[in-house]
């Protein structure tokens, strides 16, 4: 596709149950990042990768948000036993290069998750 | 630790009258400030980055100016289209990756 895709689009769980979010980004584009914005909030920061390695994974918030690359490509971030304070809309972004000159992100849509 | 604050939080113009929104930052050496425009239920679209004080950078009706502790986008005469919530962000010297966003400043343009 032309630009960043992200799926679902929609979640609605449970809390304690385990969710998984998928990114494709634009082919070519080596670098990938994850942040997250909760209602009326800035952008927070939640991991970045290089390839399928992730340099900067400082803002992931506890051990049970976990996130993958494979192929250079599509990322999946999971969270394990969701909690109430999980809800937000997760965004994926990618640029075509990383590091220390990030460049233009590319951003998703978002998958908007919702913890009941 | 890096600090983005804007300002105002958020703004009702008429169209036509021009305006500026305010980006203060606090990094540990900047590599780069960036603006994204952002709408209802949208990801971020990306507007500008400027890298050293001094710079500026303009497309249509938007123009974003760096100094060394801030940066203002400047709406001049805007339009309707132009509401939107724009996001400022920085990544510090020492950043693999990372970008550090404000809140974001919630324009609202009425005709």
């Known amino acids: 596709g032309a630009g960043v895709s992200q799926s679902p689009s929609n979640k609605v769980t449970e809390k304690g149950k385990d969710v998984e979010l998928r990114c494709d980004p634009i082919?070519?584009?080596?670098?990938l990042y994850w942040y997250r914005q909760s209602l009326g909030q800035g952008l927070e920061f939640l991991i970045y990768?290089?390839?399928?390695?992730?340099?900067?994974k400082s803002g992931l918030p506890s051990d049970r948000f976990s996130a993958e690359r494979t192929g250079g490509s599509v990322s999946t971030l999971t969270i394990q036993r969701t909690q109430q304070e999980d809800s937000a809309v997760y965004l994926c972004?990618?640029?075509?290069?990383?590091?220390?000159?990030?460049?233009?992100?590319?951003f998703g849509e978002g998958s908007r998750l919702t913890v009941l | 630790e890096d600090q983005v604050t804007q300002s105002p939080e958020a703004l009702r113009l008429q169209e036509g009258e021009s305006s500026s929104l305010n980006c203060s930052y606090t990094?540990?050496?900047?590599?780069?400030l960036f603006w994204y425009r952002q709408d209802p239920g949208k990801g971020p679209e990306f507007l500008f980055t400027?890298?050293?004080a001094g710079e500026e950078k303009e497309k249509e009706r938007l123009k974003a100016t760096l100094t060394k502790k801030e940066s203002f986008l400047h709406i001049t005469a805007p339009k309707p289209e132009d509401s939107a919530t724009y996001l400022c962000a920085v990544q510090a010297a020492d950043s693999w990756g990372k970008l550090q966003f404000g809140a974001g400043t919630q324009v609202v343009v009425t005709p």
């Open positions: 972004a990618s640029s075509l290069r990383g590091g220390q000159n990030t460049g233009e992100l590319f």
């Open positions: 990768f290089q390839g399928n390695s992730a340099p900067d």
């Open positions: 990094v540990s050496g900047l590599r780069g």
């Open positions: 082919s070519g584009h080596t670098a």
């Open positions: 400027l890298y050293s």
